[in-house]
């Protein structure tokens, strides 16, 4: 009998692997048919100059407070600081928080905005670690830099949040540079909806792309392969999968490198809790939140307002990211496991958290287990080789396929890549990641599943804006 239940879970374990493969795939491809059709409708926000005409109109903004949180960023903070003093809005400061930084951070912004000392009250609305410092610029009088002891970035932004005078912040990491209007897209729909509480933008990768006066001038792929992956993958996840989500009405995540937040909400959760996902933990508090007090709210992702931000150039660095992404979000899902499954929360917890405990979190283990299954089952001549060989092919197929549709989903709507070059290669890459970069993704994710208690953010390595990159 146990020989025979032994022999019945194998034999089955190929159409579990089937099973979880179309399960998947199906989402995806209902993702980009949802995503289309957010765009299409949101299609009045794809110019700064309709957001500036409907602006002026009203005669009214909400001043915004941008806080970038730094550590270790000597390398890119002079340049991520200019281009946002360009940013094409009526009023805002900018908080740079130094986050116990052991590089020159606080030297470059001293000597390249003429920091002087300030008396600019610091009201503890959410906890972070002591704050050693506040200064001003001489030069520009809306950019203030906190100096604080290490508390990671979690902290970092809470002690931006105590700083800021404005209803609304802006949170935006140290290597990213955001278009000039992408700010102004942005906080113009909290003038147009009171239920909003929090939106994201569209996150692009700038190696690659030719970076002049802290602003992206010319847009192009990275040579490197491994850059370029990524590319498609950011292609993929913000065009159609967030705003996929974001027309299920179960958001979950508002990417680290650029969202804009109503202040109160967030203070009203306590602020950002020190946890590596911090991006997705906030959002789902915010859910939690509002739900459990039958708040009216909004959290959107909007695919105009864009921010350019560097990728790993190293499989290393690559391989840090993808394993802190990943512990993120189990700490995520664990501190928040009331939502699962649990109609309270209506779509945010029945759709979207469903999807990431048994797509993202439990895909890895089922993937890896399709992967040990199917030697076993040829050596032991239990392997439907037809079947086999058709799921494989079915499998790489239709993935291509939702690569390819999120690529031309993005020329579509953006244009961004011109060249068709560039749009060839991604197409290319589309079905390359199939092969050896998928699998290693998954090998670190299950890394990341047994050390999903680390709570170390590690280090990035940073190159200046402007370069390039090589090929791998």
Partial sequence: MTVFLIWLAVHASQYLVFLYFLVVNST???????????????????TARVARRQLASEF?????????????????????VKALLNLHYPEFEIIVVNDGSTDDTLATLDREFKLVPSNKPVRLQVPNEAIRGVYRSAVYPN??????????????????????????????????????????????????????????????????????????TEIGLPASTLETLQ????TRAFLSGRTGWNALKSLLIISGAFGVFRKDVVVAVNGYRKTVGEDMDLVMRLHRHCRDNKIAYKIL?????????????????????????????IDALLANRVMILNRKYGATSLIG??????????????????????????????????????????????????NIGAVF?????????????DILRLCVMSAMEFFGYRQIMLLERLRATLEFRKKGWGTQDRRGFGNKGSAL
């Fill in 28 to 46: 995806y491809t209902l993702l980009i048919l949802f995503a289309l059709r957010d765009i299409v409708r949101h299609a009045y926000l794809t």
């Fill in 60 to 80: 009214y903004y909400k001043p915004v407070s941008v806080i970038v949180p730094a550590r270790n960023e000597a390398a890119v903070i002079a340049q991520s």
């Fill in 143 to 216: 950019l203030v830099v906190v100096d604080k002891e290490n508390g990671g970035k979690a902290d970092a932004i809470n002690a931006g949040i105590n700083v800021s005078v404005y209803p609304i912040f802006c949170s935006i990491d140290a290597d990213s540079l955001l278009e000039p209007d992408a700010l102004l897209k942005s906080s113009k729909l909290f003038l147009e909806d009171d239920e909003l509480i929090a939106t994201g933008g569209i996150i692009r990768i700038m190696n690659g792309c030719t970076v002049k006066d802290g602003a992206v």
């Fill in 231 to 234: 590319v498609l993958e950011y």
């Fill in 301 to 329: 992702f909007v695919p105009d307002p864009v921010c350019w931000t560097q990728a790993p150039y190293s499989m290393k660095m690559l391989l840090k990211q993808r394993n802190r992404w990943h512990r993120g979000m």
């Fill in 353 to 402: 958290i469903s999807y990431f405990v048994f797509v993202e979190f439990l895909g890895p283990l089922i993937e890896l287990f399709g992967y040990i299954a199917i030697p076993i089952l040829w050596y032991f001549k239990m392997l439907n080789t037809q079947f086999f060989i058709m799921l494989v092919l079915l499998a790489v197929f239709w993935g291509i396929s939702i």
């Fill in 409 to 421: 989903l993005d020329i579509y709507n953006f244009r961004r890549y011109k060249k068709t070059s």
